[in-house]
């Protein structure tokens, strides 16, 4: 894809219709005989994984939990989560240390209060052992930054409404590498309505 065929266009009505297929597609017909399908999970991947980098506040909602949320970690990994503190702060993600683990305080809005144990546990598999992401911190910052992403994310399966899937379109349509998500799936299937019309042959 070139930028310019994933450039928000200039008029609304440009946009003929956007329906979503199997919880989990979005299809976008434009009135220029483009057809763009956009894999929701994917593309709110890579929107969020772009803000993520940036950090900017205005666009990294944070929930405070009335009640602290605790999760049981084990001595190395208490260690460790207390070392990189600082690093998921900067993320909208706070804890207490405690001794059996943390107290979560705070959390991104898009991540359920129910998946931060999972999100930990899927960074602490990012290496083979805890010491060694240690070492290797600054070189799996974007790997973790994707798990987070990841986390955060509209899923598959669930279902949108019109202004949602327009406003993942044009977010999408704004980040710097809306082709994939940060693990490198792709993000948009483009098609014109000649390349459908010659799969059925039609030529008229």
């Known amino acids: 894809f070139s930028k310019e065929a994933l450039s928000v266009p200039e008029k609304e009505n440009e946009i003929r219709d956007i329906f979503q297929i ?59 989560l207390e070392e990189f503190k600082d690093f998921f702060l900067g993320l909208g993600i706070n804890f207490e240390m405690k001794e059996y683990g943390i107290d979560i305080l705070s959390l991104p809005s898009m991540l359920p209060v129910g998946n931060a144990e999972a999100l930990f546990r899927e960074i602490f598999e990012i290496s083979d052992n805890l010491d060694t992401l240690k070492k290797d911190f600054d070189r799996k910052r974007e790997d973790i930054l994707a798990t987070v992403a990841c986390h955060t994310s509209i899923r598959s399966g669930q279902k949108l409404g019109y202004e949602e899937m327009k406003n993942l379109f044009e977010e999408l349509s704004s980040c710097e590498n809306p082709y994939s998500c940060p693990h490198g799936r792709p993000a948009v299937w ?3 309505r000649e390349q459908i019309d010659t799969n059925f042959e039609r030529t008229y």
């Open 22 to 80: 199997f919880d989990k597609y979005i299809v976008i017909e434009f009135t220029d005989g483009k057809l763009w399908i956009i894999d929701q999970h994917a593309a709110a991947e890579r929107i969020n994984f772009e803000k993520i980098q940036k950090r900017e506040s205005s666009t990294l909602d944070v929930q405070n939990l009335l009640v602290p949320t605790p999760i049981i970690f084990s001595k190395e990994e208490r260690l460790f």
């Open 190 to 192: 483009r098609l014109t």
